[in-house]
């Protein structure tokens, strides 16, 4: 049983435009996300975070949203450039860490020109 | 400051064998946590140390251990390894328990 869940495994998006990521998730213990990137060969790299407390967080080009009664949350890139492409990962965490974290299994990100 | 350091990059070892990988963390990070990635499982946690104590564990059998060091840095040992034990050991710290920063990894394949 998926607890995270990343419905999309892949999504193409032209350069300049708007990149648009999506993450469920079924545990309501979880009070934590994160978004992680993931080019092939490397460790994911930490890119944003949210607490459940808030509904959104933004960081440059990145917003992460939380909907907490929809269990869902979303990623977004504007304006995606080529260097985003890679395989993005949605994770979540539970009050105090008591299960460390637990990942989607990602959406490859295609930034065409 | 350097990242997350973990040694080797590469291995490969036979079956029944054991295998010990090494992570360093970021300078004053704590807490170090191990996670395995294969195509058909993902990215699953295996178990999260601080101050030398395991603070938690995934859903691993008994063959997969780790310890930490006074200095936080981290050993994994998987023993009697198995052809499924194929993947990508990832390691992280983190100073907070929620951000957790990673390495890039040893691949570790078993034949």
């Known amino acids: 049983d998926q607890q995270v869940k990343q419905n999309s495994p892949s999504l193409s998006v032209q350069e300049g435009r708007i990149s648009i990521l999506n993450c469920d998730y079924t545990?309501?213990?979880?009070?934590?996300f994160l978004w992680y990137k993931k080019y092939p060969a490397e460790g994911p790299t930490f890119l944003i975070s949210?607490?459940?407390?808030?509904d959104k967080n933004e960081d440059g080009r990145f917003t992460v949203f939380l909907n907490k009664s929809a269990k869902h949350l979303s990623l977004h890139i504007v304006p995606s450039q080529p260097g985003d492409s890679a395989v993005y990962f949605c994770a979540a965490r539970s009050g105090g860490g008591a299960d460390g974290l637990t990942f989607g299994k990602g959406t490859h990100l295609i930034i065409q020109p | 400051k350097a990242g997350v350091t973990q040694t080797p990059r590469y291995l490969i070892k036979t079956r029944g064998q054991q295998v010990t990988l090494s992570c360093s963390p970021i300078?004053?990070?704590?807490?170090v946590s191990w996670y395995q990635q294969t195509p058909g499982q993902g990215l699953q946690f295996l178990f999260e140390y601080f101050s030398e104590t395991q603070r938690n564990k995934g859903n691993f059998p008994g063959r997969f251990s780790g310890r930490q060091f006074s200095n936080s840095r981290s050993e994994m040992n998987v023993s009697t390894l198995e052809l499924g034990d194929s993947a990508l050991y990832l390691c992280?710290?983190?100073?907070?328990?929620?951000?957790?920063?990673f390495g890039p990894g040893t691949r570790l394949t078993v034949t």
């Open positions: 300078s004053g990070h704590r807490s």
């Open positions: 992280a710290s983190s100073l907070s328990f929620y951000e957790q920063y």
């Open positions: 545990n309501s213990m979880f009070d934590y």
């Open positions: 949210i607490s459940s407390i808030k």
